[in-house]
């Protein structure tokens, strides 16, 4: 089983803290798609023996995308790659795209999960963000969407300047009363070279605080779980049934192919990436040519990058899969690594939990996993950087 990402490069304006690749004039829209189509045509012996269970339009905005556009884009991965009988099929979008007309018209594409950039319900947040959607447009797409997806996850961030506890709360109480299935949410970062990094350098823009992040990251937690929600990774809450499976796909190691400019992609042995320059990316496809770089990943690198991602997820690292897949030294090293965490309670070692629809998965033989602790939940980036092998 295998995923596909395709990055949408566009956006109306540039939110304050974004450093994903994107641009804000539309003018080579239609060559871009063209050019993703070519794209998707090209690889598609890449993923020959694989069957693509889920496909994800992210960006960028992939909501500017029309109708038709976006038909074209799911046709061409149709009829050139294996697609299993029910994808899940995610289009990212953000509020002031999604008029009433355009969400009955993608209710009657493939498409079949909504991910919402809402980000804030307040005016005062999304004024912060510089983001292109307003208080009302965030409530009233979402009042809409309900009725014709079951499937929808919002993006909501927090640790934003001047947001208090309370309306955090609020925040996170007005996507409860929606219904909504599932919430990825994120601190508020300063990235280099974003707008926000520049405005907080130049002094006109007040630094985002930790200590609030950190109480508004046990505030998610706490109300999520309330609500019946599963914390099955740091960023991301969903209701059983309801859990994000293009995304869970990475963090399970899974094979993926990134179709557009900057899109990632991987095989478990290598990684590629496409060049970040929609110009450069049109005029070699438009040669035929692919727009890509690859690099072999070495055991070390294979083993991070499953440490990493592993201790983010409710289903942590399995220790018997360190020992198959890397080799007993890296199994000793890692525990030997990891007991001072241990020690100070922000590590565990526990009994597996099954992972979700996972064929090529190996239960463990003595089922233990090395886990975050609910204390060690904040710092999961920085553990497993600390347990990296270089």
Request: negative net charge.
């Amino acid at each position: 089983m295998a995923g596909i990402y395709l990055h949408i490069p566009f956006c109306k304006q540039a939110c304050y803290y974004c450093d994903f690749h994107f641009s804000t004039s539309l003018k080579k829209k239609e060559e871009l798609v063209t050019c993703l189509v070519k794209e998707l045509e090209l690889r598609k012996e890449e993923l020959q023996n694989e069957e693509i269970e889920t496909i994800y339009l992210g960006g960028g905005t992939p909501s500017l995308l029309s109708i038709q556009e976006i038909k074209l884009l799911l046709k061409t991965i149709y009829e050139n790659y294996t697609v299993v009988t029910n994808p899940e099929i995610t289009l990212e979008a953000n509020p002031d795209d999604l008029s009433e007309e355009k969400i009955i018209e993608l209710s009657k594409t493939p498409v079949n999960r909504l991910s919402i950039g809402v980000q804030s319900f307040f005016e005062e947040d999304l004024k912060m963000m510089n983001r292109a959607h307003n208080a009302y447009e965030a409530k009233n797409c979402l009042s809409v969407a309900i009725r014709y997806f079951d499937n929808i996850t919002i993006d909501l961030i927090y640790g934003i300047p001047n947001m208090s506890n309370e309306r955090w709360k609020e925040n996170l109480q007005i996507a409860f009363d929606f219904g909504i299935n599932h919430i990825s949410s994120y601190a508020l970062t300063v990235e280099p070279k974003t707008a926000l990094d520049t405005f907080i350098k130049k002094g006109t823009y007040p630094t985002p605080n930790e200590t609030v992040a950190k109480e508004h990251f046990d505030i998610l937690i706490a109300e999520t779980h309330k609500h019946g929600f599963v914390q099955y990774e740091i960023s991301n809450f969903g209701k059983p049934g309801y859990f994000s499976k293009h995304n869970t796909s990475y963090w399970l190691g899974k094979k993926y192919l990134g179709i557009g400019p900057s899109a990632h992609s991987f095989n478990t042995t290598h990684r590629s990436w496409n060049v970040a320059n929609n110009n450069k990316y049109i005029n070699l496809l438009q040669n035929s040519e692919l727009p890509n770089e690859t690099e072999k990943l070495t055991k070390e690198d294979q083993f991070n990058e499953y440490l990493m991602t592993g201790l983010r997820t409710i289903w942590g690292v399995s220790l018997t899969k360190v020992t198959q897949d890397f080799g007993q030294t890296f199994h000793d090293q890692l525990l030997q690594s990891a007991q001072k965490f241990i020690n100070e309670e922000l590590l565990v070692i526990t009994h597996e939990i099954k992972q979700p629809e996972n064929k090529d998965f190996s239960p463990c033989k003595e089922g233990l996993t090395l886990k975050t602790t609910a204390k060690g939940k904040f710092l999961a980036d920085g553990l497993a950087s600390d347990l990296f092998i270089i």
